[in-house]
């Protein structure tokens, strides 16, 4: 609990942010049962509705399997999954990629959004992550749907109807609405432990990440990269250089649906902020990364997103975020409690040093 003068106190303070505990009555939720039964739901529609748009129907694919000629020196294998989706005649295939150490069973695996297809990339250094004991499943976004304003195509081309309702789902919800269909694929596979299973991603797909672990309770930790703006970091308080969600919405007016477009010019009165998003991880893990040099993505938001959404996991019993009562510099790694957050050094990027921090937060929490 934050003690009233202390400076990350403070800088909440200042941010006037939404309280996560209050009921639609006034009312202040004090139990895990409110929280659970009527606070998190709603928490999930306000975000849903006001920022990525709602979630496609559910559609059970059909699945096919490959294994791939290499195989990192004989420790991994690399099979590629298909999953083919029909919904009203027409159909999408989506290549994904599965890699886990030869011979596993139930070891703990990072399912990843990436930007390109390719095993290895240079976001997903995969012989590390495998020989740190994880498995991959991996997919690249443009092959749920395109990352443009092309709603025709993909996944997008199988739901959707011609006019873009003001609640319409967004790029991003398509693309984390894949990771939960990989989700379900790898409860049948019994080489993932399905208590240890975590979503990954970084920029964009940082807060796809992010908004597929607030809404899949199925996720045990959630790693969301540089996910910035619209991700982790509050929108209330954005600092100098930060990105503003005018920007985010000319720029990539696709990746939301319509109705968060109408909060440019007037971010305070959202029903939300991101530090909602992040609570509903809880009691689950989240990691927040962050570069020194990636002023865009607001460290010191996607950090504060963090501290002020710490209370739920106090609710459950839980630590949130452990940190010392100032905000980040380079170099400090806090993954000590269920709510994490590092800010290395150098740039915007999805770096083998992310990787590292991430891993090892994930093997601390999994010995918990
Ligand atoms: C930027 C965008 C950021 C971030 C990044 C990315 O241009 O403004 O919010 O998501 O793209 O995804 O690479």
Redesign the pocket.
């Given at each position: 609990m934050l003690d009233k003068n202390a400076v990350l106190a403070k800088e909440l303070e200042k941010r006037k942010l939404p309280d996560l505990l209050t009921a639609q009555n006034g009312e202040k939720v004090t139990t895990v049962e409110r929280w659970e039964s009527e606070m998190r739901p709603y928490w999930k529609n306000i975000i849903l509705e006001h920022c990525y748009g709602k979630t496609p129907v559910y559609v059970q694919p059909k699945i096919q399997t490959k294994i791939n000629e290499i195989d990192f020196a004989g420790k991994a294998v690399w099979e590629t999954v298909s999953f083919t989706f029909a919904v009203n005649g027409k159909e999408h295939t989506v290549p994904t990629q599965l890699i886990y150490p030869v011979g596993a069973k139930n070891v703990p695996f990072f399912v990843y959004l990436n930007f390109r297809p390719d095993i290895p990339d240079r976001y997903l250094p995969v012989e590390e992550i495998i020989d740190n004991g994880f498995g991959i499943f991996s997919v690249c976004y443009n092959d749920v749907t395109t990352d443009n304003g092309d709603f025709t195509n993909g996944l997008a081309g199988l739901f959707e109807d011609e006019t873009r309702a003001p609640n319409a789902t967004g790029k991003i919800r398509y693309w984390s609405y894949m990771a939960s269909r990989m989700m379900d694929y790898l409860q049948t596979r019994e080489e993932a432990d399905k208590s240890a299973i975590g979503v990954a991603g970084h920029?964009?797909?940082g807060?796809t990440a992010l908004l597929t672990g607030a809404l899949d309770e199925r996720f045990a930790f959630v790693c969301t990269n540089d996910s910035?703006?619209?991700g982790a970091a509050l929108t209330r308080g954005r600092c100098e250089g930060g990105?503003p969600v005018e920007?985010?919405c000319r720029?990539?007016p696709y990746w939301f649906c319509p109705t968060y477009h109408t909060y440019v010019g007037r971010e305070d009165e959202m029903p939300f902020d991101h530090h909602a998003l992040v609570a509903l991880v809880a009691p689950r893990a989240v990691y927040i990364g962050g570069a020194i040099e990636d002023v865009?993505a607001d460290n010191d938001n996607q950090f504060l997103a963090g501290v002020a959404a710490s209370e739920i996991w106090e609710m459950y019993g839980k630590v949130g975020m452990v940190s010392p009562d100032r905000l980040p510099v380079e170099g400090d790694t806090w993954t000590d409690g269920n709510v994490g957050f590092h800010l290395r050094k150098g740039k915007h990027y999805h770096s083998r040093t992310d990787w590292l921090i991430y891993m090892d937060a994930v093997k601390k929490l999994l010995k918990k």
């Open positions: 920029s964009r797909l807060k910035g703006c619209s990105e920007v985010i720029v990539f865009w």
